[in-house]
């Protein structure tokens, strides 16, 4: 870890201008992420701005019948919200098969937006990473790439955004709150928050310089079964290789969106009409174009299996 | 004291302490931190400084340049150690590659560097700043690839190639035949402690507080690297968070550490990192194995054949995946052959019951194919072919052989007759269920192993010995014995291990490790009883050492009394004559295993597990049991997703963290249970007892993959068994 200064603000508008301030400044939360990166060195910010004390740790009620998620909230807090249980299922259900207890403790909201890839080549400094060293070049895409995405990845990239709770986000149609430097806030659907990498792949997100999230918001409950079914290689703590997050109507209707295949959240609404006709009919149009590698194609049939047991069990 | 005769009956016969389910007297200190694992030691006078290893980045070729310039300057540095400037170093007799490379590189992640600073940030940031020019060479990565330049290689004394009676013609002319290949990963130990050292010089004596689970050979190892003579070496290793194999020898952080020390001219402490861990330490190599088996209708085995390939870097040795099957099933007509090819990747060397691990993997799968084929229960299938001589020499008798024993137990506790046979008939909700059985199999190595008994005048012994505890109950089965031996009770006896100043014990490894260091304390504390019993004025023939008290004829002193006048000291060595030849000695268990296969993903959930275990005498059935389930979860790592994923551009281990390499832990397995049979084993030696801790790695991993076909009908001969590998065949999840 390089040395770095540290201090805590005391509003949201002056951790923003802060951070905007300072060229290799960034926020830090739970730090559940951003530690190991400093630890190894693939971030070496000079100055941490700690929002802990921000406050941003409530969920309320919104005037629209939703809820507003502060930042700060753990995910253990939001996954155990009686709220977000009762009407958000498929939130509760994704943040609880996400990391460990320990890890749920620590992590928050917007923190657990902003976790970067796992792609091990991200990882290794002595490796070619685009995401990591813009135009060092991609080790992943010949190498070995079972985890990583088979839609939406470039030339460049070919990383998978690895969480859970923003996989749910996505199907619940959530909105990021912000504020910058100057005090202004901004709206931002969380299906533009996450990039995808085009030739720009060190850009995970669509937050601007200091940005700082202050809450995420759900619009009101949407009616239907709440699955979310994250498939992975044990039991116990493992990234997604494919998941599915899905709100399915008593008619067969519905929305889904999924996780584990792609450098975001991949939700095609387009293709949410075909829902009532079977899974098959759905991921032809919601992977049209995917373009896996030798490792990780059975991601398609995978996603195709796992969104039929989803519709069977809304059935159920 | 030799042991070359059977064991007759002895004073561990009387099984007040030994054999009792112990609770570890070594808990305490590491439930409440005082238990000083290596880099924890602390001593104020020691101040050390830190020292980061820098790691090749490439797998193969040279350093053309190496520029310090920045990393010297950088704050808190006191010295930063390459092979330009270590001096002239040896080898340890059991590394393959050197500890410290350059400008030569033999693999990824090899050392070149290690930067020293005042702290551990300081001495991480610095080795960021060493800027190094490769010229990397094309190298060879992939097993299949070069396989067919394999060459014969010799396992230990064991011959490349084994033979009995005309395998190609009893195959050829066998009415059931199976021809099948397997293929087995490259693994990591992924032991919870890395590996750690600190290293401290007084003059020309070195100290090294370290994690090894081999005492004498880390300090041979030691001197022989740095040329100096192993009786300046002091090695310390009370503690240690698990090994695996990984720690049977001394790695790059005690050299580096030592010469770090050196160079910057106070102690160093090193760690590894947990991702240097993969690629800088050693593994367990890949296997491709080939496995016939010949057979009549009935069931009876007459030609079974065995080829391994693995590859290593040159001077490796290869992994011995054909051990078991010289040993563990009938049938005349027999081969095996095991050929290593060269390979550019880290180290291969032993981990986690090297041979039998991989081995059994292969072999228990074509057990279950076969007994398949003949349509004959797998269980009645390896009864049938049991044999209680050695197969290769029908002279030679194992020593006990209770597998059948085994597998009627096992099968009759996991309620085996409800086993469906046809595969993929059971469902339980979104799973498909199936259960599978495997035979385990283990050697039971001797060697030979010293201890120093002491008794005081409170009556307290303290029992010295360089022996390790791993992890395994070391400490609880050396102090159960001493008790037993001496007649009080466990709380009379002092541990104290892990120290190149105590007497040269077996060390731990190849579950050789509880029964040959007991077995050592037992001859200390024959001779103790004797240096006792003259001090009493007694005849040692027949005093009874009981209850604190020795008694012969109508008299009874205080054990204490006879150390009224001074400490009473002895120590000795037991030493394994020929038994070992005469007698074949081997562990065996019945693996059973139910599995869940996800209908319509293919995920893969053990549901519950048992292993039946013959062992001969168990010494303390409760870390006895914690190794067993402990090998039984490796198994099931082995067998669903441990796996060294290869770049075979670039010729390293991709996954190389705990994210990336995933293990079985508690949540992956809901239910395990463990059976011992009540055996004595006077053959092995004079505790009676065996080793036992890896045989519950050996034959899990099979019995996961019986399981997984037994739920579905999908034979995967490639481990570990992903759901990738199922998804194609599945049936229909509607």
Known sequence: MKSFTYERPSSPAEAAATVAAKPNAKFIAGGTNLLDLMKLQIETPTHLVDVNGLGLDKVEATPEGGLRIGALVRNTDLAADARVRKDYGVLSRALLAGASGQLRNKATTAGNLLQRTRCPYFYDTAQACNKRQPGSGCSAIDGVSRQLAVIGASEACIATYPGDMAVAMRVLDATVETVDAKGGTRKIPVADFHRLPGDRPEVDTTL???????????PKPVVGRHIYRKVRDRASYAYALVSVAAIIGKDGTGHVAFGGVAPRPWRIEAAEGDLPKGAKAVTDKVFAGAKPTHDNAYKLKLAERTLGAVLSEARA | MKFDTPAGQNPIDKLKVVGKATDRIDGPFKTTGTAPYAYDWHDPKLKPAYGFVVGAGIAKGRIKAMNLTSAKAAQGVLAIVTAGNAGKLGKGKLNIATLLGGPEIEHYHQAVALVVAETFEQARAAAALVKIDYAEAKGAYDLAAVKDTGKPEKLGPAPADTSVGDFAGAFAGAPIQLDATYTTPDQAHAM???????????????????????????????????????????IVSPFIGGGF???????????????GARAARRPVKVALTRPMMFNNTVHRPATIQRIRIGATPDGMITAIGHESWSGNLPDGKPEAAVQQTRLLYAGANRMTQTRMATLDLPEGNAMRAPGEAPGLMALEIAMDEMAEKLGIDPIQFRILNDTQVDPEKPERPFSQRNLVQCLRTGADRFGWDKRVSKPGQVRDGRWLVGIGVAAGFRNNQVTKSGARVRLDAKGMLTVETDMTDIGTGSYTIIGQTAAEMMGVTLDRVIVRLGDSDFPVSSGSGGQWGANCSTSGVFAACEKLREAVSQKLGFNSADAVFEDGQVRSGNRTAPLAQAAAGGDVVAEDTIEFGDLAKKYQQSTFAGHFVEVGVDVATAEIRVRRMLAVCAAGRILNPKSARNQVIGGMAMGVGAALMEELAIDKRRGFFVNHDLAGYEV?????IPHQEVIFLDEVDPISSPMKAKGVGELGICGAGAAVANAIHNATGIRVRDYPITLDKLLDRMPDAA
């Not at chain 2, 194999?245 to 010469?259: C, N, P, Q």
């Open chain 1, 208 to 218: 601007r310089a200091g940005e700082l999230i202050t809450a995420v918001t759900l």
């Open chain 2, 192 to 234: 919870m402690e890395p590996h750690a050292s600190i290293a401290s010089w007084e003059g020309d004596r070195l100290t090294v507080w370290t994690s090894n689970q081999m005492i004498a050979w880390a300090a041979r190892d030691v001197a022989a690297t740095l040329d100096m003579p192993q009786d300046k070496v002091r």
């Open chain 2, 245 to 259: 194999g990984g720690k049977l020898f001394v790695r790059t952080e005690a050299i580096l550490a030592a010469l």
């Open chain 2, 664 to 668: 079985a832990v508690h949540a992956d």
